[in-house]
């Protein structure tokens, strides 16, 4: 006689919990393909900073750098690595905070596990990868053309970009959070855009303003990394001024993101 041992329950293992990096990098190869198929987002990101390049270089050779310690290519290099920040991240990310918020999108991803910070972090990433390879070879190229030495800190660089990069995400963000629509999403970002233009030195260094209006400009949110940037060229920053300028940074980004946590919505608007 045989007998028959009882069945075991089947068992099913739970799902494993993915951690932030893995979330951020799903959400950043979402975001990804959503870019690639926009040629409008391309276009900005990849023409229109070498394209300012070089109709500003008429611009620059016509300032009086004399007793700045400037040149042509000091001047020109960083303001075009600020610029392809500013169209890949900053200009592209208000746009794509916006339009994921009307969509709903934003509001079903706050349902799962994913935090906020990486829904916003996650999301950005495509923008930022884009940014940080298209300042390499802005660099390699206009150094090139404009038979320009290599960064006398490169150290400096990095840190301008890095701050720079953080700042604009952050940025964008507490933008969209004043955006009602998508459409408005195209014009919302200019009077940040073009003041820092005018005040931070993209391609007229302060040094050339008259002085209230430069020493008013020097504590504009994006004239710090724009500072290390130059730095970085020039080599001329003491340690004394580049912490100043790190700590003014990290001010400006702690404000940012205090206002992305208090004012950022993330269902549509009414």
Known sequence: MTTTAPARPLTTAPPARRGPASRMAALGRAEMALMLRSRAALFTALVLPATMAFSMRGLVKSLDLGGTGLSIATVLLPGTLAMALFFSIYTNLVGVYVTRRESLVLKRLRTGEVRDWEILAGGALPAV?????????????????????????????????????????????????????????????????????????????????????????????????????RGGWTGDLGGMDQGRLVLIALAWIAAAALGVRKWFRWSPRQ
Do not use: K, N
Not at 149 to 170: D, E, M, Q, R
């Open 129 to 229: 990868v884009l940014a940080l390879v298209q300042c390499l070879l802005l660099s390699v190229g206009l150094t090139a053309v404009l038979d320009a030495p290599a960064p006398a800190a490169p150290h400096l660089t990095v840190l301008g970009l890095l701050l720079g990069v953080v700042l604009l995400v952050a940025g964008a963000a507490l933008t969209a959070a004043v955006t009602r629509t998508a459409e408005s999403a195209q014009l919302t970002f200019l009077p940040f855009m073009l003041v820092t233009m005018a005040g931070s030195g993209l391609f007229m260094p302060r040094e050339v303003l008259p002085g209230m209006a430069a020493d008013i400009s020097a504590w504009l949110p994006f004239s710090p990394a724009m500072d290390l940037l």
